[in-house]
C-alpha cells in the first residue's frame, strides 16, 4: 500500500524559512512533487523532482527561495522554503506521478499525501 505523509508545517514569520518533509513508503516513482492550495484557490504546482535524472523543475513564484531534494536512504522529499512570504500561505501536498517528464498539472499524480498546514504571517 502506498503512502506519503507529509511534516513539517507550521507558522512562520514572512522572510523566516520552513522546511517540509514526505515521507514515502509502498513503491518507488518516477517523479515526486510538492503542491499548495490556498483557501479559494486551486491546487498549484510548486516544485518536482524526476529520479531519472535527478532534475529538478520549480515554479516561477518559488525560484531562487525553494529547494527540493530527496535522501534515497530515508524514502524522504524535502521541500526547503526559505524567505517566505504570507502569499505562501497554503496546505501543501506532496504526490507522485508514473510520468517520468510530468507537466505541472495535479491530475498526471495519482497517490498524495495529507498535506500540511503552512502559514506565513507579514
Known amino acids: 500500500q502506498v503512502q506519503l505523509v507529509e511534516s513539517g508545517g507550521g507558522l512562520v514569520q514572512a522572510g523566516e524559512s520552513l522546511r517540509l518533509s514526505c515521507v514515502v513508503s509502498?513503491?518507488?516513482?518516477?517523479?515526486m512533487g510538492w503542491f499548495r492550495q490556498a483557501p479559494g484557490k486551486e491546487r498549484e504546482f510548486v516544485a518536482l523532482?524526476?529520479?531519472?535524472?535527478?532534475?529538478?523543475s520549480d515554479a516561477g513564484s518559488v525560484k531562487g527561495r525553494f529547494t527540493i531534494s530527496t535522501d534515497n536512504a530515508k524514502n524522504t522529499l524535502y521541500l526547503q522554503m526559505n524567505t517566505m512570504k504570507p502569499e505562501g500561505t497554503a496546505v501543501y501536498y506532496c504526490?507522485?506521478?508514473?510520468?517520468?517528464?510530468?507537466?505541472?498539472?495535479?491530475?498526471?499524480?495519482?497517490?498524495w499525501g495529507q498535506g500540511t498546514q503552512v502559514t506565513v504571517s507579514s
Open positions: 509502498g513503491r518507488t516513482f518516477s517523479t
Open positions: 504526490a507522485t506521478s508514473p510520468m517520468r517528464y510530468p507537466p505541472v498539472r495535479a491530475d498526471v499524480y495519482n497517490y
Open positions: 523532482r524526476r529520479w531519472i535524472d535527478d532534475s529538478a
